[in-house]
């Protein structure tokens, strides 16, 4: 098993150096190629996902993540699309910034090239296998896929249709692996490959990315959980308000950008929260609020401190009223998970000190969170929602995928 | 112990949102009295670092580690003098950029905003007290250094010096914090402390770095390791060459940026290697070779495979003779660490081909890998050589310990 990581290891560091120089028109000629077979090989990817489908009931797979394992016609052409719309997008690899003369004559810029080898451990979402695939391939990196076991035979036979355009376009065929062994001990041990996989994104619920977080040893970029707040100001437009908490809970409540803790000024919870409340209720929303807010939402369930620190991912608001802007700020920043969290108000320096003091990858003013996404942010594309703070942060395209290294040219400099 | 970590982490959020938003103006000022201070303690700091000293001697510590950890009145102005040139550095805190208006109305820009809390692992050198956190701060940034228990009482008397300063000038004490627990134990558990350290940054050999990215679950910053490599081109002017390697092997020898390795095309071989040769052996420069290179430099040791992948850091280069540019860069790319390579040559072809296909944090034609540098770079300060691809590649200046958050204003936006 380690040793077959370490073939895995050395055929990605292998095929590094041609996707590190390759052509851009070569790699949009290839990602299309792929799109067309993908579509052409729609009834083999479907039997293979049936399979996978198959054995998930057998083995009382929930009814939601077999939603997210099986593929479609129509599933399998949004796949496509998918690449289709990556070839279409600028190439940011190659480009040369900052590129300056210093007083000894040395010219120094920063070239942007690829990360090199990128690892990506996911779960049971087929559809993952060729959107990683094409980001990382666009920009000139080689990838290491590890999927859910659940879905190993949707994944190989996508990864069978991309090795062989390939190998039929004389690009390596190495510039994609997927890990077949699907035990634990080998996701750990992929964990550690610091020797061949620069670095590590995961993708999927909390548990994935903690696990990877707390075993890798390679650089990690974690992505994903949003405990995600808006904050109504004592100055808000409360109809406006209304709508944007209405459409950041409840325009679809399992994604990472979608509101899950309403915080209100005193002075508005009056007029705001029985409004809102009937609105909620009438889409089945849970409101779980404090003793304030529970004073005049009839029907409001008790919060607990747990509540603050939730993500539910489901039709449940946690809601709480508070004394200040500066209140609302100080509980965010204590309970938030890094996402994405919005103030509405009409009050500039409220705005200003909101946008200035919430740590989050994005902060909002009299918009709802439900923006954060990179095709929204119109990078085209999207690799996740980074909610660390090193090297990305927030929606991440392309240029997430990119590292720069600097160039030096220079007549013979030697230092003194 | 872990307590103690925690009480520590505790305070460190505390102080966060102050240094958030602290002005450029008070930054500065408050770095130049603590300038002032340790200037005017030099007795009492001297007083603490003998005592480190007097210790670390009678422990058998070796005289390179004793000159590392000793204070002098030099060098403590120097220490000062670096908080000044960081006050007179512009502060990168607050820049928006790529602020654009989407088709639904929304304005998204980038701010440029601090990482949060720093972690800061090192070894006996009092000095890098001082200096990481001037960098720090400026960038507003809280930081909890954890240096080597050699250094303790040093490092103690400088921290307290800093944090009177920061007091007088009602800024939080606790934007920055010395563990002085120096167990094994504690480093651990400060390496895992992720709900209050946004970043670790080991500064130190390459034993201390290993174990920092072996050990944490914090985003590391990895740093140091140089094994950089000089290949001269068959198309080199060898006089230049010959001064570049002298320069890089030579000019510093216990440096990450010094060269270690030389690659030599076959065609000069004879012309370049025993004129070098000499030039080394007067420096008393030991040569590990390749046979090839061996058969024309009378005194070389021969190298083992080990040789191509060590850091010396000592008066010791391997030297082999290879047959194209192509077989320096696959050399290159399989045993070098990501820091410094240079080729000397006059091809045009061969250059590109080099800066385009070596991977590492900087890229040479025709100078001397010893610039590797924040200072020779321009950047006026520098908390390391970051030779790993996330966030900072290369010297890294106060950018590196910055990140952006998005900022976006709305009037009422909802996703459809």
């Known amino acids: 098993m380690v040793e077959m990581l370490e073939i895995l290891g050395q055929n990605a560091r292998e095929a590094e150096g041609a996707m590190r120089t390759l052509a851009t028109d070569k790699k949009n000629q290839v990602l299309l190629k792929i799109a067309r077979r993908l579509k052409e090989r729609t009834d083999i990817l479907l039997e293979a996902n049936a399979a996978d489908v198959e054995k998930g009931r057998k083995n009382g797979m929930p009814e939601g993540i077999v939603d ?16 289709e719309q990556v070839a279409a997008l600028e190439d940011p690899i190659g480009e040369v910034t900052g590129m300056k003369k210093r007083p000894n004559g040395l010219l120094i810029g920063q070239k942007r090239v690829p990360l090199g080898v990128v690892g990506i451990i996911y779960e049971a979402r087929p559809n993952v296998t ?9 920009t000139g990196n080689v990838v290491i896929l590890k999927g859910g076991s659940d879905a190993i035979r949707s994944n190989t036979a996508i990864v069978d249709c991309i090795r062989e355009t390939l190998r039929e376009s004389e690009v390596p065929e190495n510039a994609i692996q997927l890990i077949t062994d699907t035990s634990r001990e080998t996701a750990s041990a992929f964990m550690k490959l610091n020797r061949y996989v620069d670095v590590l994104i995961p993708r999927g619920g909390r548990g994935l990315i903690q696990a990877v977080v707390n075993q890798s040893t390679i650089p990690v970029i974690e992505t994903g959980t949003g405990n995600c707040h808006i904050y109504v100001d004592e100055s808000a437009d409360l109809s406006m308000a209304a709508d944007i908490v209405m459409n950041a809970k409840t325009q679809r409540v399992g994604v990472c950008n979608a509101c899950e803790s309403l915080l209100v000024h005193e002075k508005v919870k009056d007029a705001f929260l029985p409004v809102l409340a009937k609105r909620l ?53 204590r309970y938030n998970t890094g996402h994405s969290e919005a103030i509405i108000t009409d009050n500039y320096t409220n705005a200003q000190k909101f946008l200035d003091e919430v740590d989050a990858a994005a902060v909002y003013v009299n918009a709802s969170t439900r923006f954060t996404d990179g095709f929204e942010f119109g990078y085209g594309a999207e690799i996740g929602i980074s909610t660390q703070k090193l090297h990305a942060r927030g929606p991440m395209g392309l240029l997430a995928l990119t590292t720069t290294k600097y160039i030096i040219y220079g007549n013979g400099q030697v230092r003194g």
């Open 281 to 333: 209720f009438e889409k089945n929303v849970e409101i779980r609020a404090d003793e304030a807010a529970a004073s005049v939402i009839p029907g409001a369930v008790p919060a607990t401190e747990e509540d603050w620190g939730t993500e539910y991912l489901d039709y449940i608001i946690s809601v709480k009223v508070v004394g200040s802007v500066q209140e609302a700020i100080d509980h965010i920043n």
């Open 130 to 138: 060729a959107d990683a695939f094409g980001l990382c391939f666009k």
């Open 68 to 83: 997210r394992l099986m593929l479609t016609p129509e599933r399998i052409r949004g796949m496509a699309e998918g690449l």
